[in-house]
């Protein structure tokens, strides 16, 4: 079965820096669409970053400058940089694959919680 697996996530001070990781498997990785959303407490969830099957990114306007999705389709991996951390990216994150170009296939992990605090 499809497995969507984070990590990286942990208490970092304002201004500091994380890199997430989601290992997939038991998909054709490198034909879905990935992407990264936040879900904070009491708010909805949102999409931050995406990467395209060629690599096209797209970032919610608030992390524009400070994350970098990518990918490494040789390692069914998907990353995202985030640098600059400010209290207002406190959120768990979650790793989705999107197939919907192939029919009904869209996954979710498990999320990683990331805490920016002082």
């Known amino acids: 079965q499809v497995q969507l697996v984070e990590s990286g996530g942990g208490l970092v001070q304002p201004g500091g820096s994380l890199r997430l990781s989601c290992a997939a498997s038991?998909?054709?990785?490198?034909?879905?669409?990935m992407g990264w959303y936040r879900q904070a407490p009491g708010k909805q969830r949102e999409l931050v970053a995406s990467i395209s099957s060629g690599s096209t990114t797209n970032y919610t306007d608030s992390v524009k400058g400070r994350f970098t999705i990518s990918r490494v389709n040789a390692k069914n991996t998907v990353y995202l940089q985030m640098n600059s951390l400010k209290p207002e990216d406190t959120a768990v994150y979650y790793c989705?694959?999107?197939?919907?170009?192939?029919?009904?296939?869209?996954?979710w992990g498990q999320g990683t919680q990331v805490t920016v605090s002082s």
């Open positions: 989705n694959a999107d197939g919907s170009d192939y029919g009904d296939y869209n996954y």
């Open positions: 038991g998909l054709i990785f490198s034909i879905y669409a």
